[in-house]
């Protein structure tokens, strides 16, 4: 045994406290085992890895041991506490710690199908490797669970990017299809297109939005583009009857379009925020085409005599505080020459803090308090 040795292996440096048992007669390593070792891996160095030693004939174990995997001295993921063994009673399954839970992971013989469960969560996921080359890329699918929501998705990896395609979710507050691609290099970014079939007003309700702006590391380290539609199905009596949402996030900076149908009325809004200020304050430009007004009320049971078909467009911008529930309305006009006073704006402000924004952020989006605004201000 050569104890306190340093393995080597091209780039691969492990520094195992435990044994190496050779063969001394041929000279030949029969078996390894590594116990309470630190392995740090450049994500380049991964395909050699799983070449020398999970693909390993010779018996190998790993105990106790720690797993870093890092792309240009940035950290990706730390797995620690790592249990797994080619070979006896446990061969092919992996313990360890991951995100601080812990998980068990299972491979078959061949490596082509996983099964990873993270321990008292809820989430369990099953890999199946359908197609990979000696060129690094690689085709599968994925299907999971996470508590009551299931999912599954197909995907195709080739080191610099994993592209998703028929990604579905299904939960009992939300349902959505998507397609899109997560760029890993030369920077991680995220593109995707998203199809809402079915979404509860509970899930928005109890959508965390403090906890979100609290976790400003993360945001920083986020780009993504998004485009989501929805498109209410027949038959039901929600107030949306279409909705286009484009988002972009870039180094802490979120920038929002928003176009929403209700009856033939129109809405859009363009909005941008900085998530990494301390207060993040939300800018908006929005305008609003109604060419059937008395329609567009009907939608919120406000029912006023009109002696015609009256259409309305308004244009309105301003900021919204959403930490301290607080909203400035900079400029509102409409198309009868219409544009609000000082003293206007200050009435507007005033009823909106009061009837719509008395709560949390989300909450701004009940259709009951939309109702007591306009029946107030119109």
């Known amino acids: ?132 080359d000696q060129n690094d890329y690689l085709r599968g699918n994925l299907r999971g669970k996470i508590l009551k929501s299931n999912f599954k998705l197909d995907f195709f990896y080739d080191l610099k990017s994993i592209k998703i395609t028929n990604l579905v979710f299904r939960d009992k507050n939300l349902s959505f299809e998507t397609n899109g691609a997560l760029m890993l290099r030369p920077f991680f970014k995220s593109n995707f297109n998203t199809e809402i079939k079915d979404i509860s007003t509970n899930l928005l309700t109890n959508l965390n939005i403090l906890g979100i702006l609290k976790s400003k590391d993360l945001i920083r380290k986020i780009n993504f583009e998004n485009n989501l539609f929805f498109s209410k199905k027949k038959f039901t009596n929600g107030l949306i009857n279409d909705l286009k949402i484009k988002t972009i996030l870039e180094y802490g900076r979120l920038n929002i379009l928003k176009e929403i149908l209700i009856t033939n009325t129109v809405l859009m809004c363009n909005n941008n925020v900085n998530l990494l200020d301390e207060f993040p304050v939300i800018n908006f430009d929005c305008k609003i085409d109604s060419p059937d007004l008395k329609s567009f009320l009907k939608k919120f049971s406000i029912n006023r005599k009109l002696n015609e078909q009256k259409s309305l467009r308004i244009t309105v911008t301003g900021y919204l505080n959403i930490l301290n529930n607080k909203i400035n309305f900079n400029k509102i006009t409409s198309n009868n020459d219409y544009e609000a006073t000082k003293d206007d704006l200050k009435f507007f402000k005033e009823k909106f803090e009061k009837i719509i924004f008395d709560e949390k952020f989300i909450n701004i989006f009940d259709k009951s308090k939309i109702k007591n605004f306009i029946n107030e201000v119109y």
């Open 1 to 132: 045994p050569l104890n306190k040795s340093v393995f080597r292996i091209q780039k691969l440096k492990i520094y195992p406290q435990l044994v190496s048992i050779y063969d001394y007669k041929n000279f030949k390593v029969n078996k390894i085992k590594l116990e309470d070792n630190d392995l740090k891996i450049d994500l380049n160095d991964l395909k050699f890895f799983k070449n020398k030693f999970i693909n390993l004939k010779k018996q190998i174990s790993f105990k106790n041991s720690n797993l870093e995997i890092f792309d240009s001295d940035k950290s990706i993921i730390n797995i620690k506490n790592i249990d797994f063994a080619n070979y006896g009673f446990n061969k092919n399954k992996i313990n360890g710690e991951v995100f601080n839970r812990k998980f068990k992971l299972v491979l078959n013989d061949k490596k082509r199908k996983i099964n990873f469960k993270l321990i008292d969560t809820g989430i369990k996921a099953r890999l199946l490797i359908l197609d990979y």
